[in-house]
């Protein structure tokens, strides 16, 4: 991996993983794209962008042909909650986008990473210490996506020799870009109330556990997959990535250590109640583990401490 084009640039995700792939590979070799270009000012405008509608796909063509990388990484969709409220739009943008980002990949021989998620597993899945390989059958138009994402990948790569890889991802926590919609949403918001009003009132229920990942382990987890050697790889897409398995009073415990007056109340939203408990309390990480050597550094008190620290000297600027 040397040259890098991101579709979805500006997301949790596209933010931080731009800034970092610049660092590693040269700020000229990363080019990051997304619908709308940014307001000025916007660290990702300090190198290479373009708007894009993944949807485009001769626009993307011709943005990839001319700036001729070698890897695709993409990130731009509909995530699980939104998604929920535009089912059909959902399908399209989440199905019709990396079906051209695999085109362009595949035309232009390019290295292919796109991120599966959680959501790719439903009620019927196992709960605890879900395998890679399981029962799938997700009840949200966002879990039917990125089954169906992770089965295209691995059709790329077996009918076309294409290079894809992925992981699925628990749900992210970050200060540097807000999420955008998702179901696991609660756990980042959690942290900027704690620092701005010393209390939350949390949409996900108290003991409903989901798996989590801060965001550095999630970026250095996407270098390390796209830098493993291919032949130590059995699996490609798919692989289950986590570094902890939390609910809302975990977090809330784990801010009181840093923040000792902090409360904790509910407001339960069912919509965003059901996605969670259609989706595993905790998942096995062993592939990633063993095939490219997947090793989260980040457990709950590091990333509290981390993120309580990150937004208070946001909050003094
Ligand atoms: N953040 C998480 O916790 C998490 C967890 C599991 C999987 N994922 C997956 O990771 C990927 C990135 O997620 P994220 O959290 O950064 O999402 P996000 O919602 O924060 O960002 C998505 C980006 O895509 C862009 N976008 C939307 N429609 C577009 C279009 N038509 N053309 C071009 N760009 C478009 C948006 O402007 C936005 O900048 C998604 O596939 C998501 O399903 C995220």
């Given at each position: 991996m040397k040259r890098i084009m991101i579709t979805g640039a500006l997301g949790q995700i596209g933010t931080e993983l731009t800034l970092?792939?610049?660092?590693?590979?040269?700020?000229?070799?990363?080019l990051a794209t997304d619908l709308r270009r940014p307001e000025e000012g916007n660290p990702v405008l300090d190198g290479p962008f373009e708007t894009l509608d993944v949807m485009d796909h001769d626009k993307m063509l011709a943005i990839a042909d001319s700036f001729?990388?070698?890897?695709?990484m993409h990130m731009a969709a509909l995530l699980s909650a939104t998604a929920e409220k535009n089912p059909v739009f959902a399908w399209n943008l989440n199905m019709g986008g990396l079906l051209n980002a695999l085109e362009v990949a595949r035309k232009l021989?390019?290295?292919?990473?796109?991120?599966?998620?959680?959501g790719a597993?439903?009620?019927?899945?196992?709960?605890?210490?879900?395998?890679?390989?399981?029962?799938?059958?997700?009840?949200?138009?966002?879990?039917?996506?990125?089954?169906?994402?992770?089965l295209l990948c691995d059709y790329y790569h077996h009918h076309f020799g294409?290079?894809?890889?992925?992981?699925?991802?628990?749900?992210?926590?970050?200060?540097?870009?807000?999420?955008?919609?998702?179901t696991t949403d609660y756990a980042v918001e959690i942290?900027?109330?704690?620092?701005?009003?010393?209390?939350?009132?949390?949409?996900?229920?108290?003991?409903?556990?989901?798996?989590?990942?801060?965001?550095?382990?999630?970026?250095?987890?996407?270098?390390e997959l796209m830098e493993a050697p291919a032949d130590k790889l059995v699996d490609r897409n798919a692989?289950?990535?986590?570094?902890?398995s939390i609910d809302p009073e975990m977090v809330a415990a784990?801010?009181?250590k840093f923040i000792p007056e902090f409360e904790l109340t509910y407001e339960v939203d069912p919509v965003r109640q059901g996605i969670a408990e259609s989706w595993p309390n905790s998942i096995d990480a062993t592939e990633a583990k063993k095939q490219w050597g997947f090793n989260p550094k980040f457990d709950l008190d590091k990333m509290t401490e981390e993120m309580l620290t990150a937004i208070r000297a946001k909050e003094q600027k």
């Open positions: 970092k792939l610049r660092e590693i590979y040269g700020v000229e070799n990363v001729k990388p070698d890897t695709m021989e390019m290295q292919f990473f796109t991120p599966s998620s959680i597993f439903g009620p019927n899945t196992p709960k605890d210490n879900t395998p890679q390989t399981t029962i799938q059958r997700p009840t949200t138009m966002y879990g039917v996506n990125k089954v169906a994402g992770e294409l290079d894809t890889r992925g992981v699925r991802f628990p749900g992210l926590i970050s200060h540097v870009k807000e999420p955008g919609g998702g942290y900027f109330k704690a620092v701005r009003e010393g209390k939350y009132a949390s949409y996900i229920d108290k003991g409903t556990f989901m798996d989590m990942m801060f965001m550095d382990d999630a970026i250095n987890a996407i270098i692989f289950n990535v986590t570094a902890m784990s801010i009181r």
